[in-house]
């Protein structure tokens, strides 16, 4: 099928910098991205780049060179689907709150909106992309939406799973290890892989069925996060034993077979799709009845819960037992460095369970708003807003936010903070001053010749 326009269902973290690549890439093709979320599109076409919804390094340069050209964003999502021949679906696909599944399994109801929107108003053939993590299977629930329309219209659905990585988007897009493409028609497959090719060489083009290509992508981050949680777990027995996570990591990670990346040691994963691909992993197994891999799969998450948890817990063990009314200053907020995006950042878990012992948070995080920290406390629900406003104060400055404070927490590896004058922040704090850095961002020695009472993850 001959392809000249395409539409990007979903204006987020995955829609956006995707298209854009797309675009810059396609200058032949018009591309245009909607959202109900009005706000959200006409921040996608703010003239300040500045304005962005989402911060991505390399971001707003490609944006600037493709926006009105063959980029758009739009809330016109019908105009959009009726005119392209290829629609990517790209919307949240969260963990269900409510109903059956409630907790573990993906709430589809995003999905199934935009499939019933695309049959409503599709009047010639389309190809319908996967673009969002799905659980195994869902593409035969979009076909089934599709081809009972009661029209002779054909639609091809392909998944085409996202694997970029926050915070590095742009670079993932334009240099892929891998791009996934699963689907049954030969044809709809190669429209695709057309529109890859522009920039990603062929061999790292990969074709399975639907049902192979949906369920790697959930596989991809099930090992992904394993990773995390299995360095983690050792940093807890590297504490006890005098061992250093830091060496074990280095140690292993030279072993072909295991590889270096993805072993740096933490306060334990955050970000919107690790945990809740897990979960919708261990449903889904436990939904086959398959209870030993969904209990295996389980565990990846418990004991990332575990490490956020015995975070705070050592902080206030340290400090003599009680925070209470005892200033913390928090750095970092987003879920990993070069990102705004603060969804299940362990910053938000470790500060309210501090809120719980009566501490006094200052946090400052370049990119995230105060706003934002508010909400994101105020979502869990455990107190009133008021007492959340009471108990967290947000700075515009790193030094003011860690002024007088007992303990500085480093939840996110911002580059930023390992530049501060961390002998000027010792002067203005409380002694004993102590760091407990959740990223080992910090040079222990360093920090010790300073005068700090200075504690990471797993030495
Ligand atoms: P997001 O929340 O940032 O964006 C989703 C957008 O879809 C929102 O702006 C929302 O308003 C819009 N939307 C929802 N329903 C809609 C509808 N019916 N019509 C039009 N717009 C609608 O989510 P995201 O982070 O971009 O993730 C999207 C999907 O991609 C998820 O399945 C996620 O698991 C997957 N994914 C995310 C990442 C990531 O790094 N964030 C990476 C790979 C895959
Ligand atoms: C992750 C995957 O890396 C992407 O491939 C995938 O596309 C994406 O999820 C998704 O499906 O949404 P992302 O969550 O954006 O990307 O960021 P990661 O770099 O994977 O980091 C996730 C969390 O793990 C962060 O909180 C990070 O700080 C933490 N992490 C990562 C560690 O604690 N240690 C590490 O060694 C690596």
């Known amino acids: 099928m001959k392809i000249t326009k395409i539409c990007c269902i979903g204006a987020g973290y995955v829609g956006g910098p995707t298209m854009a690549v797309i ?39 490609i944006v600037k060179e493709t926006r009105n050209k063959n980029l758009f964003f739009s809330t016109n999502i019908d105009a959009a689907i009726d005119e392209s021949e290829m629609i990517f679906i790209s919307v949240n696909t969260p963990t269900k709150t409510y109903g059956k599944g409630k907790g573990m399994a993906s709430d589809l109801k995003y999905i199934e909106l935009c499939a019933r929107n695309i049959a409503e108003v599709a009047k010639t053939d389309k190809i319908v992309v996967e673009k969002s993590t799905l659980p195994v299977r869902t593409a035969e629930a979009i ?19 996202e694997f970029l990585a926050e915070g590095t988007a742009v670079q993932d897009l334009l240099h892929p290890d891998r791009v996934l493409i699963g689907g049954e028609s030969e044809a709809a497959i190669d429209s695709l892989v057309k529109i890859y ?29 394993q990773r995390v949680s299995s360095i983690n777990a050792i940093s807890e027995l590297c504490e006890l034993t005098g061992a250093n996570i830091n060496e074990v990591a280095k140690a292993i990670g030279m072993d072909s077979r295991i590889g270096p990346k993805f072993l740096q040691a933490s306060i334990g994963f955050g970000g919107s799709c690790f945990q809740k691909d897990i979960l919708n992993l261990v449903y889904i197994a436990r939904s086959y009845n398959l209870n030993e891999v969904a209990d295996y799969w389980e565990q990846v998450i418990i004991m990332n819960d575990h490490q956020k948890r015995r975070f705070s817990e050592r902080l206030i063990k340290t400090l003599y037992d009680t925070v209470s009314g005892k200033k913390i200053g928090v750095l970092g907020w987003a879920f990993k460095k ?60 790193p030094y003011e936010a860690l002024k007088n404070a007992h303990a500085v927490a480093i939840m996110t590896e911002w580059d930023e903070f390992k530049t501060y ?17 959740g990223r080992n961002l910090l040079d222990k020695s360093e920090m010790k010749a300073i005068g700090f009472d200075y504690y990471a993850i797993g030495q």
């Open 421 to 437: 004058d961390w002998k000027k922040i010792y002067t203005d704090m409380k002694k004993p001053a102590f760091i407990f850095d």
């Open 23 to 61: 675009a810059k890439n396609n200058p032949h093709l018009k591309i245009t991205v909607v959202d109900i979320n009005q706000d959200r599109i006409d921040a996608w076409n703010d003239s300040d780049l500045s304005k962005l919804p989402i911060y991505e390094p390399g971001l707003a340069d």
């Open 197 to 225: 090719n522009t920039w990603v060489p062929e061999a790292k083009i990969l074709r399975t069925n639907l049902w192979s290509s949906e369920l790697s992508k959930l596989t991809a981050n099930a090992f992904l996060a």
């Open 338 to 397: 070069d990102t705004n995006d603060t969804r299940e950042s362990a910053a938000i878990y470790v500060t309210d369970h501090l809120l719980n012992e009566q501490a006094l948070l200052s946090v400052y995080d370049p990119k995230v708003s105060r706003v934002k920290i508010q909400s994101d406390l105020n979502y869990l629900n455990t107190r009133s807003e008021q007492e959340n406003n009471d108990g967290v104060t947000v700075e515009t400055c």
């Open 143 to 161: 076909k089934s939406i599709l081809h009972n329309t009661g029209s002779d219209i054909n639609f091809h659905i392909l998944s085409n799973p």
